[in-house]
C-alpha cells in the first residue's frame, strides 16, 4: 500500500503521479490533485500502475461521476472529472504533445468545448453482446477497460435520446434472440437510428427491430430491413458500418473549423485540393464550396454526389503515388486518418506540394510524429482542438501547416 498525489491527467486517460524516487504510477479512476491510497498493481523500473484503495482528499476537480457504471465500463475514463478540468487536462496533453512546435510562428486556439451538452452527444455506438450458457438472453452492452468481458447496460448517459431508446429495444427485444457472441453498431441520423447486427442473430428477430419507433433500419450479414443508411450533417448517407463522427454537436463544429481553414487560402473560390481518408463525404461537403476541383479518396465507397468532386474509392497510399507521379497540382491536402495516423504517406503528401495541408486527427500522438516527419518542407502555423468526445480523454485537432517556399 502507498499513497500519492495525482499531478496531471495523461494522453491514456489514467492520472499520473510521482513517488519519492520520481518514478511514475499510472492510475485509472484519478483526477489531478487527488491524495490516494494505492496498491501497486505492476512495477517496472521507470513507471509503476497502481489501483485505487482510497481517495484520502479529492482533487479540486473530481465529482460524483453521472453513471453507474464508470470505472467497470471501458467507454469513459474520465465521468468522475468535471467538465471544465476534463478541458484543461486535454488543454495540457495538447500543449505537451505540440512542444516541440511552438517557438515558430504558431497559433494555438483555445480549444472548442461542447459545454452545456457534455453528456447526451453520442450519436453513434458499438455495443458487444454475449450469451452465458443457460442464460434466456445475451447480455448487450460495453467491454471493461482493457478486456473483452461485456458489461451489460441499461442506458448510457453519453448517448444521444434516439439512440438511447434504440439500445432500450435491442437489450428488451432483440437480447433473447441473439446466441454466441457478437457486436451491433448502431447510428441515429435525421430519420431515427440504423443499426447493423454482426453475429448469430434470427433473421425475424432483427427484421421486427424495425417495428420499434426508433429504429428505421436493421442489417443482417446481406439483408437490410428499412433503410440501410441515414441522413447526417450535410445531407451526408451514412450506413451504420461506414465511419460517422460520434458526436452531431463536436461534427459541426468540426466541418466549420476545416472549412474556415480552406477558406483563408488566398487562393480560396479556385483551389485544387486533394483530400485522404474523406469516408463519406463529410469534409468534403464542408469545404467544397471554396473549391474548384476535388479529388477525395476513401478505402470506402460513397453514394455521395458533389459537383465538382471525384470520389475514388481507393487506398490513400495508392491514390497519393499516383497523384504525385502525374504531378498533378494541388493548393491544398486535407487528410483526417484514422488514430494510428499515416506516416507513410507523408512522403508522397510533400511530393503533391501543396501550399498547405490541413491534418484532422484523433490522436495528438500520431499527428506529431507525422507533422515532424513533413517539418523540413512545412511548419505548422494553426492548431484548433475540438471536444468531440466529453467524459472520455479523446478529443480531435485540426493542424494547419503551410508549405516553407510558398509564396
Ligand atoms: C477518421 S475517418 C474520417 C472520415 C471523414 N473524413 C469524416 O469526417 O467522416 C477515417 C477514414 O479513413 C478511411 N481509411 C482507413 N484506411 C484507409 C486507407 N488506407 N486508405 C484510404 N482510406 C482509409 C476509413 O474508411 C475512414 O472513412
Not at 465507397?301 to 507521379?325: C, H, K, N, P, Y
Request: with cysteine; glycine share 10%; proline share 5%.
Amino acid at each position: 500500500m502507498t499513497t500519492l498525489t495525482i499531478d496531471e491527467l495523461a494522453a491514456g486517460g489514467d492520472g499520473l503521479g510521482r513517488d519519492e524516487q520520481g518514478r511514475v504510477t499510472f492510475v485509472a479512476g484519478a483526477a489531478v490533485g487527488d491524495r490516494l491510497k494505492l496498491e501497486i498493481t505492476s512495477a517496472k523500473r521507470s513507471f509503476a500502475r497502481g489501483r485505487i484503495i482510497e481517495v484520502i482528499e479529492a482533487g479540486p476537480g473530481r465529482r460524483e461521476a453521472p453513471c453507474e457504471y464508470a470505472g467497470r465500463c471501458g467507454g469513459c475514463q474520465w465521468l468522475h472529472v468535471d467538465y471544465p478540468s476534463q478541458i484543461e487536462a486535454k488543454t495540457a496533453i495538447l500543449g505537451s504533445q505540440l512542444r516541440k512546435f511552438v517557438g515558430e510562428d504558431l497559433v494555438i486556439h483555445p480549444m472548442i468545448d461542447v459545454a452545456p451538452q457534455e453528456l447526451g452527444w453520442r450519436r453513434r455506438a458499438r455495443f458487444a453482446w454475449v450469451r452465458p450458457r443457460r442464460s434466456d438472453r445475451a447480455l448487450v452492452g460495453f467491454f471493461e477497460a482493457g478486456s473483452k468481458r461485456v458489461t451489460p447496460i441499461d442506458g448510457c448517459v453519453q448517448m444521444e435520446p434516439m439512440l438511447r431508446r434504440a439500445h432500450e429495444a435491442i437489450v428488451e427485444q432483440l437480447a433473447p434472440r441473439l446466441t454466441g457472441k457478437g457486436s451491433i453498431v448502431a447510428l441515429a441520423g435525421k430519420e431515427g437510428v440504423t443499426v447493423a447486427i454482426e453475429g448469430p442473430c434470427e433473421p425475424a428477430a432483427a427484421q421486427a427491430l424495425v417495428e420499434h419507433e426508433a429504429i428505421v433500419g436493421v442489417r443482417l450479414g446481406k439483408r437490410t430491413f428499412g433503410l440501410g443508411a441515414v441522413t447526417l450533417e450535410g445531407g451526408l448517407r451514412v450506413a451504420p458500418d461506414q465511419f460517422a463522427q460520434a458526436s452531431s454537436t463536436g461534427n459541426e463544429k468540426l466541418r466549420q473549423v476545416v472549412a474556415a481553414m480552406v477558406a483563408n487560402h488566398p487562393k480560396a473560390g479556385s483551389l485544387r485540393i486533394a483530400e485522404f481518408f474523406s469516408g463519406a463525404g463529410n469534409l468534403t461537403e464542408a469545404f467544397v464550396e471554396h473549391a474548384e476541383a476535388v479529388v477525395a479518396v476513401d478505402t470506402v465507397e460513397t453514394t455521395m454526389g458533389l459537383d465538382g468532386v471525384r470520389f475514388i474509392q481507393g487506398s490513400a497510399i495508392d491514390m497519393a503515388r499516383s497523384l504525385a507521379r502525374k504531378e498533378e497540382p494541388f493548393d491544398v491536402v486535407v487528410l483526417d486518418p484514422p488514430r494510428v495516423g499515416a506516416r507513410e504517406l507523408m512522403p508522397w503528401l510533400a511530393k503533391l506540394k501543396a501550399s498547405e495541408i490541413i491534418y484532422v486527427s484523433c490522436d495528438p500522438a500520431t499527428l506529431v510524429r507525422d507533422m515532424t516527419a513533413l517539418a523540413q518542407k512545412y511548419a505548422l502555423v494553426e492548431v484548433q482542438a475540438i471536444d468531440m468526445m466529453p467524459q472520455t480523454a479523446h478529443f480531435e485537432v485540426v493542424a494547419r501547416l503551410r508549405r516553407r517556399d510558398a509564396a
